[in-house]
């Protein structure tokens, strides 16, 4: 099994200081945040690690310069998270841990990956619970029991098929690839993953895993100061 950890995005929210610093090496704690994740993926069991980048955050590829089993690709036009991981490509399941989605309270990679073996070897996407009032906000799931039937990005409150959303982890099958290079563009006209998955959910089962860990998002201030509260309360 391989990692996949896409951070190629501009940090626009955290301007000025992404210009010197990418947002996903803001420190928490001792160490930047992008470390954290690839530590969640190696105890997953994932031997190597595949960080996706953008032109002019090269400090991370010299963080992390000389350890073995990360390597990096660019995703030179910002074309979304699919377009993202396609760059990636790889021959082996892919576990993909959003480079600006720090979990609290459990190693939620892991986790999904005992899910997937109980599922004999399935897609898992890692989900949280959210409140019927933010679920216009989240990729959010229609199951049957744990079993994906399908994903509903961003609907209204009433159309909203259940209150689980996606939470920043995903286990898919080296299949997945094939989807999205044939993947035409979508919200916003970029590949979104989302669209991936809902076409090979029609061929292959995946199912949703609530994690019982905290999903803490860093892309944007609030998130990251609320990922350091929790990390502190965690410690």
Do not use: W
Not at 135 to 161: C, F, H, N, Q, T
């Amino acid at each position: 099994m391989k990692a996949i950890i896409p951070a190629a995005g501009l940090g626009t929210r955290f301007l000025p200081v992404t210009r010197v610093v990418p947002k996903e090496m803001l420190p928490i704690g001792a160490k930047p945040a992008l470390e954290l994740i690839v530590d969640e993926a190696r105890a997953a069991g994932a031997d190597e690690i595949v960080i996706v980048i953008s032109e002019g955050k090269e400090l991370i590829r010299r963080y992390f310069e000389g350890q073995g089993d990360i390597r990096f690709v660019y995703q030179k036009e910002q074309k979304g998270l699919g377009h993202a991981v396609l760059q990636a490509e790889i021959d082996d399941d892919a576990l993909i841990l959003l480079g600006d989605a720090l979990v609290v309270g459990c190693c939620a990679a892991k986790e999904m990956v005992e899910v997937s073996k109980g599922h004999g070897g399935a897609a898992v996407i890692g989900c949280e619970r959210v409140p019927k009032e933010k679920v216009s906000r989240y990729g959010i799931m229609k199951l049957d029991g744990d079993r994906i039937v399908d994903m509903v990005e961003k609907p209204a409150i009433e159309e909203a098929p259940s209150d689980i959303a996606v939470a920043g982890r995903y286990l898919l099958p080296a299949a997945i690839f094939g989807y999205l290079k044939t993947q035409t563009p979508g919200k916003g006209g970029e590949i979104q993953l989302t669209d991936a998955i809902r076409r090979m959910l029609s061929e292959r089962d995946a199912y949703a895993y609530v994690y019982p860990g905290k999903r803490q998002d860093i892309g944007n201030p609030d998130g990251y100061f609320a990922a350091l509260e929790a990390y502190r309360g965690n410690s």
